[in-house]
Every structure is written in C-alpha cells, then in structure tokens.
C-alpha cells in the first residue's frame, strides 16, 4: 500500500537512490535521536548555527566524531520510527524553512496531532543538525508552556521524516490579527507569565531559543500558551559565551547587539525578543517593524534613544557601530506610546528593551516583577475566550459575536457581571521554572 503522505504537492525532490545510500544512516541518527549509545553530535564548537538562508551547509554527518560535551541521551521517552501510516492527514498547516507542518488523527486513538515533516532533500549525510538540535531541545525542555514532542515517525522508504508534536489551535500572531482589539491588560499578564515561565526553563538548562516572536507562540482553547518552532535553539555550555552567527532572530524581534554585529551573545536576546512581544501584545501591532537592519536601529533608536558608553558599556566596540554615526535621539519614548500600561507595566517593558545585555532584565527576574502582582490580577487560563481554529478550518458561526467575551469590545474587567467566573487569585510570583502547572478551575 502506498503512503498517502509522499504525495506530489509534498513529496521531496532528492534523488531516489541517494536517499536508498542513506536511509541506514537516518535509521542510526533516529536511534541516537531515541537514546541508544550511537555517536553524539557536537554543540559546543564555536561552529555557527546558521539561519534558514544558509541552513543547507548544516548536515550532521553521523560518522563525525563525537564532542564529548554533545547531545546527551535524549531518554527513553521518545518512541522513534513508527509509520506516518499511523496517523491520518487531514490537512496542511503551514510550511517554514525546515519543514511542512500537518494537522493529523492518530488512526488508533483519535487524538489530533501536528506533524512536521522535514526537509532532508539537500542533506547528503543524513538529518541537518538544525533538526537534531530541535528535537533535543524539545526533549530537554518539558514543561507546559512549550510545545510537546511525541515520536518520530518515517515513510515505509524513509524517504520522508516526521516529528509528532501536540497540536495546538492558535499561533498568537493570527489570533490577534483576527481580533478587533488587543487583548485585556489581565490576560496580557497571563500569557506574559506564561511565556517567561517557559523562556526561564530553556534558560535554565542554558538553552537560548534565539527565534521567540508572535507566529512562533502557540495557544490553545483553554488560555495555554505554548513556545514553539526550535530550529534555530542553541544549547550551550557554561558559561554561556562563544563565537556564534548574527543571523538569528527574525529581525522586529531582534536585539541590538545582534544588529550591531556582536560575535558574542546571551540569553539576553531572547529577553529582547520577550519585550517587543509584551509591547504586541498590549497595542496589538509590531513594535518596530523594520524594512532592513539598519532601518531596525533606526526604529529602535527612535523609540529608546541613540545609546552611548554610559547606558551602554562597549557599544563604540561593536563593528556597525564603528562603520555609522547615526543621528542622536533622545531617551526615550515608552509612555507616550503605551498610555494603557501603568508605571510597573513601563518599568518591566523597559528592563526588558534595555540596551545593554549585561543589566537586561532575566526571565527569573521579570517572573517577580510587580507588573503581575498589581491590579487587574493575572486572568485564570480557563477564563479566557475560545476563537476558532484556523488550522484546523473552523469558522465562526454567522450570528455569534465576532468578538467573544472577554475580550475588549465585549466585556471588560470592571463590567463583568457578578455572577460570572471570578479570575483566579492564585500567587503568581511563584510561577517559575519547570515546576510551574497552571490549575484550571
């Protein structure tokens, strides 16, 4: 029986026998990707992780010696190399630079999956390490708030690749941009303790996601957000310095020291990124959408003010720093473009865009922050509104609130009727780290 999953519209382009030559050697990567003894792959080495431009150069050759700092054994938890058969496409979602991502069925238990399958047709030595180093990431990082790995799962020919991953109805960026207003200043603090929560576990297990942006957070119908997309994660060892590409973060999200061109970063970035999502979320559009990267500064520079050695020690280091004299601004102009967030509000958005990566806030940090503790308290996630799903074709039926409740244009915080579901009053300054579960009442 044929595989309805190597149709044409999907099907790889490589060539049939070059794929036949190394079908034992993906079988031998998937074995290490499950946790047998096979060699591991470094990811240590000042080598750089190269961005979806230039991720074709980035094969992991099975026969390379092993780092012995590398990918550890990735646990017993991932049952690898089952058939795709076992699961039933219903309908694509979306496709990125490493890969297709499927909506399924688990043709013996029902449960709806994602499925992404991956893009091996330029590798000649197998998985690209971009895969191995999402896959390993995944397993590193349980927690609630980031998506979760199932299994691999392959073509009976092996001629196609696929993780199983839970599936989840919304990415953030449509949500919003489906959404006639932002988001409640209650349920902004939800989904920013959510994804701070999970940012602090990568980072604790010195991981640096290094692609954090709307389109990249998923949420599902009960107010859980979850981190996704690790194709561009790093992990490193401590402490955390090396000499690594530019060429991450997609570029409104990206930090100053990478436009900069700094050789050296952190977890900094990530904290960046964090900021100018909190920034989307409250006024429902990109913070600085840059056309290029020196527009980027120019936008950045405009909002925050043009830095120096006293806000920022080392900036007249940095290589474009060298190369432009760019126009001084003055510092800086938060208030005047979010009235709606209060002075804690302000004070966490600014830790979180501050210039210099030593002093930037850190996710432990912003987790305590009193933004979450002040009034209108953290929403409980059971308390927040459904949407349909896109990716799973839903629709909105043609008499119901285009907006629902919860969200502004219906019901506001101070409006809600005093039968309605109480938000939670639950000690949101403890959500930290891996051990963090959100209750739903």
Request: net charge neutral; glycine share 6%; hydrophobic share 35%.
């Amino acid at each position: 029986m044929n595989s309805k999953w190597n149709d044409d519209s999907d099907s790889d382009h490589g060539n049939g026998k070059k794929r036949a030559a190394n079908a034992a050697k993906r079988a031998r990567v998937s074995a290490e990707v499950s946790g047998s003894n096979t060699p591991n792959a470094a990811i240590h080495s000042s080598t750089p992780v190269h961005s979806s431009a230039d991720a074709s150069d980035t094969s992991f050759d099975i026969n390379r010696q092993s780092h012995p700092s590398s990918y550890a054994l990735m646990g017993p938890s991932l049952v690898s190399c089952r058939s795709v058969d076992r699961y039933e496409k219903l309908n694509r979602i979306e496709e990125g630079s490493y890969g297709i991502v499927y909506r399924a069925r688990d043709r013996e238990t029902g449960e709806i999956v994602a499925l992404k399958k991956l893009k091996l047709e330029n590798e000649k030595n197998g998985f690209p390490v971009t895969t191995l180093r999402e896959i390993h990431t995944l397993l590193l990082s349980k927690h609630p708030n980031i998506v979760d790995v199932r299994e691999i799962v392959v073509t009976p020919s092996y001629a196609g690749v696929f993780i199983v991953m839970e599936f989840v109805e919304h990415d953030l960026k449509s949500l919003m941009d489906a959404m006639r207003t932002p988001f409640l200043q209650s349920e902004i603090k939800t989904l920013m303790l959510q994804l701070l929560s999970a940012i602090d576990c990568l980072h604790s297990k010195w991981i640096v996601h290094r692609d954090l942006k709307t389109s990249n957070l998923l949420m599902n119908n009960r107010g859980m957000m979850k981190v996704a997309d690790f194709g561009l994660a790093r992990r490193f060892g401590e402490p955390m310095q090396g000499f690594m590409t530019q060429l991450v973060v997609t570029l409104w999200y990206r930090a100053p020291e990478l436009l900069l061109g700094a050789k050296e970063y952190s977890t900094a970035i990530d904290m960046w990124s964090i900021g100018c999502i909190f920034a989307e979320l409250v006024n429902k559009e990109p913070l600085m959408p840059g056309r290029g990267e020196i527009d980027q500064l120019d936008k950045i520079f405009k909002l925050l003010g043009t830095p120096n050695e006293k806000v920022w020690p080392g900036f007249m280091n940095l290589p474009v720093a060298k190369s432009f004299n760019f126009k001084h601004q003055p510092f800086h102009n938060l208030r005047l473009r979010f009235p709606s967030l209060t002075e804690n509000g302000i004070d966490l958005l600014s830790k979180l865009l501050t210039y210099d990566p030593k002093t930037r806030i850190t996710a432990s940090e912003a987790l305590k922050h009193p933004y979450f503790t002040e009034s209108p308290l953290p929403k409980d996630p059971s308390l927040f509104p459904t949407f349909p799903s896109k990716s799973a074709g839903e629709k909105r039926k043609i008499n119901s609130p285009s907006v629902p409740y919860g969200v502004h244009g219906g019901l506001d915080d101070e409006e809600v009727p005093e039968d309605a579901p109480q938000q939670s009053t639950m000690n949101y300054q403890t959500m930290q780290s891996t051990g963090f579960r959100l209750r739903f009442m």
